[in-house]
């Protein structure tokens, strides 16, 4: 079974699979990929989401050193193919990701680090980073004598 390649009419086949459509049809694709991340902010604090589909929580690292989080995870791409050795089984398209990725994000100074949370739930972690709460400023009335 073949992928089907799109029709150019001008060079048939000698170009066909030479310039690709999208980056998913890039050979080895699943090497340099990384997961996706959302970040948003609320009022209290900053919440990352990273879409890590097929990787167990078990295999997911999660580090703070100085003001950088760094996500990383183990490969468990080899017990894959330790599993598909010994059966007859041949790719003709392979897009699923499930090798070892890091990522690195630079925290503002008003993250407190002491009380970061994770959480894993259908394949999305949602990391919550606290902020510190502001010191109000002391109002202070002065009486005109």
Not at 15 to 23: A, I, P, Q
Not at 43 to 56: D, K, L, R, T, Y
Not at 61 to 84: A, G, P, Q, R
Not at 100 to 106: D, E, L, S
């Amino acid at each position: 079974m073949k992928t089907t390649n799109r029709n150019n009419l001008i060079f048939p086949s000698i170009f066909d699979g030479l310039f690709t459509e999208n980056r998913l049809d890039v050979p080895n694709y699943e090497k340099f990929s990384i997961p996706a991340v959302n970040i948003s902010e609320k009022s209290a604090n900053f919440v990352i989401e990273m879409a890590v589909p097929g990787i167990a929580k078990e295999d997911i690292t999660i580090e703070v050193e100085e003001n950088s989080l760094k996500v990383s995870s183990k490969s468990n791409d080899k017990e894959f193919v330790k599993d598909s050795e010994n059966s007859d089984l041949k790719f003709t398209r392979k897009e699923f990701n499930y090798g070892k990725f890091r990522r690195t994000f630079t925290l503002p100074e008003t993250v407190d680090t002491e009380n970061i949370d994770a959480t894993y739930n259908a394949g999305i972690l949602a990391i919550t980073l606290p902020k510190m709460e502001e010191k109000k400023a002391l109002k202070k009335m002065v009486e005109i004598s």
